[in-house]
């Protein structure tokens, strides 16, 4: 039996797209630092692609480590989390949890890079949600709850603590609140 944290592959395709739009609002984060390394800008058009059906869940999940050793090739922490909302991103093809991890690492990124704005993460997310598609927000709608299914990304492990928690509990209180409006998109 496939965990709640996957998603149907239709469910996947919708998520990797906004995954990657926040991704690549931090990727330049990382370029700064390497920018000869394109493994991040990479992982976030392989998400782009898999979201338009041009690649397969398969093909991603062998290539899915790939864009993840360049967080360890920078120093900077927010280089660091840019490259790695990259990664999750790349990672929807295999689980759609991942597009949260792609967004909360990309918050983290933002806020790492402006250590005198304390809002910034705040903003990051709420752009995040702004530019969530309805059906985005129905696939990651059924995730469960951070730290309720140990069977993906969401159980134990980097993403269900510290400020990557936090994110990730604020756009799944979001995505709970039955009053949301529907968004533009």
């Not at 290539?63 to 999750?88: I, K, L, N, W």
């Not at 806020?111 to 059906?135: F, I, S, Y």
């Not at 299914?149 to 756009?171: F, K």
Request: glycine fraction near 8%; proline fraction near 7%; charge should be neutral.
């Amino acid at each position: 039996m496939a965990s709640p944290q996957t998603l149907s592959d239709a469910e996947r395709r919708v998520v990797a797209s906004w995954a990657a739009d926040c991704a690549e609002r931090v990727v330049a984060l990382f370029e700064a630092e390497a920018p000869a390394d394109g493994r991040p800008r990479d992982a976030i058009a392989r998400a782009r692609a898999f979201a338009r059906g041009e690649l397969s869940a398969a093909d991603e999940i062998r290539r899915r480590f790939v864009s993840g050793r360049a967080a360890g090739e920078v120093d900077s922490p927010a280089a660091v989390a840019a490259a790695r909302s990259a990664t999750q991103a790349a990672a929807v093809a295999h689980m759609g949890a991942h597009a949260l991890g792609a967004a909360a690492y990309a918050a983290k990124a933002a806020g790492l890079a402006a250590p005198h704005r304390p809002g910034t993460v705040g903003d990051e997310v709420r752009w995040q949600l702004e530019h969530m598609t309805d059906e985005a927000r129905s696939a990651l709608g059924r995730l469960p709850p951070l730290g309720e299914n140990s069977a993906g990304p969401l159980g134990p492990g980097l993403l269900s603590s510290g400020i990557l928690a936090t994110i990730i509990r604020a756009i799944q209180a979001d995505l709970a609140r039955p009053d949301r409006p529907a968004s533009p998109n």
